[in-house]
């Protein structure tokens, strides 16, 4: 087993329809205003960027994505990642009711220094810390979803 590789899977239900939670997240150097782990979002390019996060852990993940699928009808983001983490992430976003469901995936492994060598003895800390986030950042979302048009430019 490769202990410095974590896969993350999540479901978000939220109260606000489905076009209105994929064009908020479709547009990336908007979360630092909603999902305060997210610290910087700053584009390199029209498809690429550089992101820094930061949750309750003293460090910081910096890495570079790069879009690799953005399928509005599908209702999927995706984005490939080099630098302290390497893999991707993917949203999904899908009609539920009158809201939508929201699931998050996670598929990479830590490139960190620090956080290799403390693999094994700090990953239950690690999960929690991931945990943690999201939960933020959920919050965080349903907040600038309730927010409206002219909260989210929605």
Do not use: I
């Not at 910081?60 to 490939?80: Q, Y």
């Not at 990479?108 to 991931?130: D, E, G, Q």
Request: include cysteine.
């Amino acid at each position: 087993m490769d202990w410095s590789r974590y896969r993350f899977r999540t479901t978000w239900r939220l109260g606000a329809g489905r076009d209105a939670v994929y064009a908020v997240l479709e547009r990336p150097d908007e979360y630092p205003s909603w999902w305060r782990q997210v610290r910087e979002v700053r584009r390199t390019g029209e498809t690429t960027g550089t992101l820094r996060f930061r949750s309750v852990l003293p460090y910081d993940l910096v890495v570079d994505a790069r879009e690799s699928r953005r399928d509005e009808a599908a209702g999927v983001l995706e984005v490939t990642m080099t630098g302290d983490l390497e893999g991707w992430v993917r949203w999904t976003v899908t009609a539920d009711g009158g809201g939508t469901r929201l699931l998050f995936e996670e598929d990479v492994v830590v490139r960190k220094p620090l956080m290799r060598r403390l693999a094994v003895p700090c990953r239950p800390f690690f999960r929690a810390n991931h945990a943690l986030m999201m939960r933020q950042g959920r919050r965080g979302l349903r907040d600038r979803l309730a927010a409206g048009p002219a909260g989210n430019g929605v």
